[in-house]
């Protein structure tokens, strides 16, 4: 069974910074690409980040741009994001999502996901 788990949410003063991790196991093939989505209160889970193996390359979502980075250690299967000069409205849950195959950088092109953390930050 494929289990994904984050790491690293917390409460962070405005224009702080958290790291977030997160850790795949139970996994029998390789991962196409891992990431992160967020949901804030009542709004729709979007996407924030990700990182495809292999080829490296690294998505963002324009709010994030030059404040979040992503990376990854394929072999450990496990993503991080890193987050600066954090913004009030970056409050959310952050999910860590897997894709296992060639897939778009949406909720439906993810097959795997984890439990969320939660990152609050205050102005």
């Known amino acids: 069974q494929v289990q994904l788990v984050e790491s690293g949410g917390g409460l962070v003063q405005a224009g702080g910074s958290l790291r977030l991790s997160c850790a795949a196991s139970?996994?029998?093939?390789?991962?196409?690409?891992m990431g992160w989505f967020r949901q804030a209160p009542g709004k729709e889970r979007e996407f924030v980040a990700s990182?495809?193996?292999?080829?490296?390359?690294?998505n963002y979502a324009d709010p994030v741009k030059g404040r979040f980075t992503v990376s990854g250690d394929n072999a450990k299967k496990s993503v991080y994001l890193q987050m600066n000069s954090l913004k009030p409205e970056d409050t959310a849950v952050y999910y860590c999502?897997?894709?296992?195959?060639?897939?778009?950088?949406?909720?439906?092109?993810?097959?795997?996901w984890g439990q969320g953390t939660l990152v609050t930050v205050s102005s």
């Open positions: 999502a897997a894709a296992a195959r060639i897939s778009t950088l949406t909720i439906a092109g993810f097959d795997y």
């Open positions: 139970g996994l029998a093939f390789t991962l196409y690409r």
């Open positions: 990182i495809t193996w292999g080829s490296g390359r690294t």
